[in-house]
């Protein structure tokens, strides 16, 4: 646990920094990266001796189990980073409070929720996975992607539209790769342990997915502030793309000519689009993965260590 910690913490700090307190090119940046790099891999060695690993090397014994980690961690990179820009969207662009923000992303929270059980209700009747994991990347993919066309103008209905796209991509690759993941461990004894990889698969990928979307927002924000031209002393501090986006709230009550304020809602725009183009390619990319997976079964005689069968009289 202290190489897999010490290796996450060298392996995301610095993609957060890149581009925002230190270039990419710095050695601060590419140091601590390459370290947390080589930390994890010797991690992932290591865990092969323990007689209690971690990571037990046979969990990722097969393509499904592989494929459906590879998911898991791009799933979560995608939501998270998605919970927590979507607000800052409303607020920055559409210059709505924190509590109008909250009601905007509505749509998408709900259809996360509701598909997360409906798609593991599918499951059960049709006894298949791979369609349905198939289906929630391409929404996933074509929702996120779609926002990318947001802007000032942009109506209620497609602002939710888009939403709901995504939001039933979220929902669906949140359940039913589980079921994948259970199906492809090597004994009934690993189910539970091979959920709990993938869990943590997940937020590792969240912890990265944050990473990346700082990073793309920073550097864009970057140079579409400066192309706004000289800025009032009021928001001389949007000069630093590390303070943009705790300058947000104070949006609604700055007081500049039009045309600077629209500059500086643009910026926000166009750098809030990089994020979505980026997890558009990261859903992409696990849509891809996905079509390694193979339709495995659950369904199985073996009961394990906890045996629950009655004795034969």
Known sequence: MALFTTGSVLFALPLSWAGALYPWDSWRTLVPFMIGILVLVGFA???????????????FGNVTAQATLIGAFLHGA?????????????????????????????????????????????VEATRRYRWEIWVGWVLLAVGIGLMAFWDH????????????????????????????????????????????????????????????AATAFSSTFESAIASVGSLPDSTAILQDSASAVGYIPYLRELVVPQDLMDGIINAYRDSLRSIWYT???????????????????????????????????
């Open 45 to 59: 060695v290591y865990e092969k001796w323990p007689a209690q690993p971690v990571y037990p090397h046979r969990i």
């Open 78 to 122: 995608i939501l998270y980073a998605a919970l927590v820009y979507l607000p800052l969207y409303f607020q920055a662009v559409l210059l709505q409070t924190p509590l109008l923000a909250a009601v905007s992303i509505l749509p998408f929270c709900v259809f996360v929720v509701v598909l997360s059980g409906a798609a593991a209700f599918a």
């Open 153 to 212: 103008d942009t109506s209620t209905a497609e602002s939710a539209g888009y939403q709901t796209l995504a939001g039933i991509g979220v929902g669906i690759v949140f359940t039913v790769p589980t079921i994948a993941m259970q199906a492809s461990a090597p004994t009934v004894d690993d189910q539970g342990l091979a959920i709990g990889v993938l869990v943590s698969f997940r937020l590792f990928g969240g912890l990265v997915g944050l990473a990346c």
């Open 279 to 313: 997890l558009a390619a990261f859903a992409t990319v696990g849509g891809i993965t996905s079509m390694l997976m193979k339709e495995l079964s659950l369904e199985s005689e073996e009961t394990g260590r906890q045996n629950w069968e009655q004795p034969s009289e």
